[in-house]
C-alpha cells in the first residue's frame, strides 16, 4: 500500500478520550486506528492488565457518587495521576508512581509486539496516549514519533521517562501544556502547539461550515441582541443577523464510564413540559455504551417522550461511528453541557460549555481553561434548569460564552497536525 502522507494512529480504548483524539485524522492512517490494549498481535496477558486497568477507572469513577466513601475512593485513585500546582514556576522532571508503573509494564512487553509490526514501514507514529510513546522510544521506533495531548494540562506520566534525550515531539493543545511539558524537561523544540483536533465534517473547506454554525447558534442564542455585532470576527460579519425561528437545542453528552447520566435524566425531566410544547430540543449522549442507552430509554419511556422528534439518544456500540454520529448531532446544538473531559476543547466550534462538575485532576484544569478564555459556564441546579436555562438566553451569557469560544478556543487543530507532520513532504 502507498505509504506517501500516511501515518500509523495508535489511540487506547479507554473512555472517549484518546480515541476521539485520532477520529479526525482516520484518513491519513495507513490501516486504520489501532489502540495499544487491543492490537492483533497483543498477547493474552497484555490484554488481561489493560482490561483490568480499564475496569477499575470506570467502577471507581462511577462509585464517585457513593456518599463519603465513593468521593475517598476515587481522591485515592485520582491522587495516583495529580497534576501539581502550576506555579511556581520550577523543574518538575522527577518521574512520578504512576509514570514508574507503566515504564514498567512497557518493559514487561506492553507494545512491544506492536512496534515491531509498525517498524516495518516506519512512517510518522502518531499517538493520543502516551504510553504508547514510551514503547515507540524504548523498542525503538525508527520513524517519527507524535503524541496528541488530550487535555488543557497534564501530569508528570505525559512527558518521556528521560525527556533531556527524547525524541517524541508533542502537539499540544495550548500554552499551559507547552508550559508543563517544559517543567517536566521537554525540550521546547519539540513542543508544537497546534490545538486539539477537531471533526473536519463540522468546519469544512475554509471553515465555511464552522461559521455557518456559529452564525445560526448565535441567533437563537441572543435574542434580545445582547451581543455587539462589532466585535465579530470579519467572517462572522459578513452574515446577516436577521431573526430567524428556531428552538434552542441541547446536548448533554455522558462521559465513558458512564457517570452523570442521571443528571441527563433530572434535565429530560424538568425540561418534558417544554420539549412537549417545541419549545427546546435536548440530546442525550449515550455514547458507545449500551447500558447508559438502555437507561435512557427508561426513561424516555417513564416520561412519555420515546417517540417526541424533539428529544434523541445519540448511540452506536461502535466508537468511531458514534464519534461521526456526535460530531453530526452538534450541527444543530446550541448548548454542549458535560464534564470537562476532552470534550472542553470542542469550544473551539464555537460552543457554550455548561460544565458538570469535574471527574479526575485533568477536569480540573480543563474547566480552569474554559472559564478563562470564558466559554464555560459553571451549571446551575439541574433540577432548576427549566428556570435558569431560559434566564441564562434571554442575559446574553450564552451567546458571550458561544462567541468567545469561536474567537478564542483553536478550531483549526487537525489542520496544524496535518501540516506539522508532512511540512517536508
Same mark, same amino acid.
Given at each position: 500500500?502507498?505509504?506517501?502522507?500516511?501515518?500509523?494512529?495508535?489511540?487506547?480504548?479507554?473512555?472517549?478520550?484518546?480515541?476521539?483524539?485520532?477520529?479526525?485524522?482516520?484518513?491519513?492512517?495507513?490501516?486504520?486506528?489501532?489502540?495499544?490494549?487491543?492490537?492483533?498481535?497483543?498477547?493474552?496477558?497484555?490484554?488481561?492488565?489493560?482490561?483490568?486497568?480499564?475496569?477499575?477507572?470506570?467502577?471507581?469513577?462511577?462509585?464517585?457518587?457513593?456518599?463519603?466513601?465513593?468521593?475517598?475512593?476515587?481522591?485515592?485513585?485520582?491522587?495516583?495521576?495529580?497534576?501539581?500546582?502550576?506555579?511556581?514556576?520550577?523543574?518538575?522532571?522527577?518521574?512520578?508512581?504512576?509514570?514508574?508503573?507503566?515504564?514498567?509494564?512497557?518493559?514487561?512487553?506492553?507494545?512491544?509486539?506492536?512496534?515491531?509490526?509498525?517498524?516495518?514501514?516506519?512512517?510518522?507514529?502518531?499517538?493520543?496516549?502516551?504510553?504508547?510513546?514510551?514503547?515507540?522510544?524504548?523498542?525503538?521506533?525508527?520513524?517519527?514519533?507524535?503524541?496528541?495531548?488530550?487535555?488543557?494540562?497534564?501530569?508528570?506520566?505525559?512527558?518521556?521517562?528521560?525527556?533531556?534525550?527524547?525524541?517524541?515531539?508533542?502537539?499540544?493543545?495550548?500554552?499551559?501544556?507547552?508550559?508543563?511539558?517544559?517543567?517536566?524537561?521537554?525540550?521546547?523544540?519539540?513542543?508544537?502547539?497546534?490545538?486539539?483536533?477537531?471533526?473536519?465534517?463540522?468546519?469544512?473547506?475554509?471553515?465555511?461550515?464552522?461559521?455557518?454554525?456559529?452564525?445560526?447558534?448565535?441567533?437563537?442564542?441572543?435574542?434580545?441582541?445582547?451581543?455587539?455585532?462589532?466585535?465579530?470576527?470579519?467572517?462572522?460579519?459578513?452574515?446577516?443577523?436577521?431573526?430567524?425561528?428556531?428552538? +434552542?437545542?441541547?446536548?448533554?453528552?455522558?462521559?465513558?464510564?458512564?457517570?452523570?447520566?442521571?443528571?441527563?435524566?433530572?434535565?429530560?425531566?424538568?425540561?418534558?413540559?417544554?420539549?412537549?410544547?417545541?419549545?427546546?430540543?435536548?440530546?442525550?449522549?449515550?455514547?458507545?455504551?449500551?447500558?447508559?442507552?438502555?437507561?435512557?430509554?427508561?426513561?424516555?419511556?417513564?416520561?412519555?417522550?420515546?417517540?417526541? +422528534?424533539?428529544?434523541?439518544?445519540?448511540?452506536?456500540?461502535?466508537?468511531?461511528?458514534?464519534?461521526?454520529?456526535?460530531?453530526?448531532?452538534?450541527?444543530?446544538?446550541?448548548?454542549?453541557?458535560?464534564? +470537562?473531559?476532552?470534550?472542553?476543547?470542542?469550544?473551539?466550534?464555537?460552543?457554550?460549555?455548561?460544565?458538570?462538575?469535574?471527574?479526575?485532576?485533568?477536569?480540573?484544569?480543563?474547566?480552569?481553561?474554559?472559564?478563562?478564555?470564558?466559554?464555560?459556564?459553571?451549571?446551575?441546579?439541574?433540577?432548576?434548569?427549566?428556570?435558569?436555562?431560559?434566564?441564562?438566553?434571554?442575559?446574553?451569557?450564552?451567546?458571550?460564552?458561544?462567541?468567545?469560544?469561536?474567537?478564542?478556543?483553536?478550531?483549526?487543530?487537525?489542520?496544524?497536525?496535518?501540516?506539522?507532520?508532512?511540512?517536508?513532504?
Amino acid at each position: 500500500m502507498d505509504s506517501y502522507n500516511k501515518i500509523h494512529l495508535v489511540a487506547a480504548d479507554m473512555g472517549y478520550g484518546h480515541q476521539r483524539a485520532i477520529y479526525p485524522l482516520i484518513e491519513h492512517s495507513l490501516d486504520g486506528p489501532i489502540n495499544l490494549n487491543d492490537y492483533l498481535e497483543i498477547e493474552d496477558w497484555e490484554k488481561k492488565y489493560w482490561l483490568n486497568s480499564k475496569r477499575a477507572y470506570e467502577k471507581i469513577s462511577y462509585f464517585k457518587k457513593v456518599p463519603l466513601l465513593g468521593d475517598f475512593v476515587f481522591k485515592a485513585m485520582d491522587y495516583f495521576q495529580r497534576i501539581e500546582k502550576f506555579y511556581p514556576n520550577r523543574n518538575l522532571e522527577k518521574q512520578s508512581l504512576q509514570q514508574k508503573l507503566f515504564f514498567k509494564e512497557v518493559k514487561r512487553g506492553v507494545g512491544k509486539k506492536l512496534i515491531e509490526r509498525l517498524n516495518k514501514n516506519p512512517i510518522p507514529l502518531v499517538t493520543s496516549f502516551f504510553v504508547a510513546a514510551y514503547a515507540a522510544e524504548y523498542y525503538k521506533y525508527k520513524g517519527d514519533i507524535y503524541c496528541i495531548v488530550c487535555d488543557a494540562d497534564i501530569s508528570r506520566a505525559w512527558a518521556p521517562i528521560s525527556p533531556e534525550t527524547s525524541r517524541v515531539k508533542y502537539l499540544a493543545p495550548n500554552n499551559r501544556v507547552k508550559d508543563r511539558l517544559m517543567m517536566y524537561g521537554v525540550k521546547e523544540s519539540n513542543i508544537i502547539i497546534t490545538g486539539f483536533p477537531l471533526p473536519l465534517e463540522n468546519i469544512s473547506g475554509d471553515n465555511n461550515e464552522l461559521v455557518n454554525s456559529v452564525v445560526k447558534r448565535l441567533r437563537t442564542l441572543d435574542p434580545n441582541k445582547i451581543i455587539d455585532k462589532g466585535i465579530l470576527s470579519t467572517k462572522v460579519e459578513e452574515h446577516n443577523f436577521i431573526n430567524q425561528s428556531k428552538k +434552542p437545542t441541547i446536548t448533554f453528552a455522558v462521559g465513558g464510564a458512564g457517570a452523570q447520566r442521571e443528571i441527563a435524566a433530572l434535565i429530560a425531566e424538568k425540561l418534558k413540559k417544554d420539549i412537549e410544547n417545541g419549545k427546546i430540543k435536548l440530546n442525550l449522549v449515550a455514547g458507545s455504551r449500551l447500558d447508559v442507552y438502555n437507561y435512557f430509554e427508561q426513561v424516555l419511556e417513564k416520561l412519555n417522550l420515546r417517540n417526541n +422528534p424533539n428529544i434523541t439518544i445519540v448511540y452506536h456500540p461502535q466508537k468511531m461511528e458514534y464519534f461521526r454520529l456526535f460530531n453530526l448531532c452538534l450541527v444543530d446544538t446550541d448548548i454542549l453541557w458535560t464534564k +470537562p473531559s476532552e470534550l472542553s476543547f470542542y469550544a473551539g466550534l464555537g460552543l457554550p460549555i455548561i460544565i458538570s462538575d469535574p471527574v479526575g485532576s485533568q477536569e480540573v484544569f480543563n474547566r480552569e481553561w474554559l472559564l478563562t478564555i470564558g466559554a464555560g459556564l459553571d451549571s446551575l441546579d439541574p433540577m432548576y434548569v427549566d428556570e435558569w436555562i431560559y434566564d441564562w438566553i434571554d442575559d446574553g451569557r450564552l451567546a458571550k460564552a458561544s462567541l468567545n469560544a469561536y474567537l478564542y478556543a483553536e478550531h483549526n487543530g487537525t489542520q496544524n497536525i496535518y501540516e506539522e507532520i508532512f511540512k517536508n513532504n
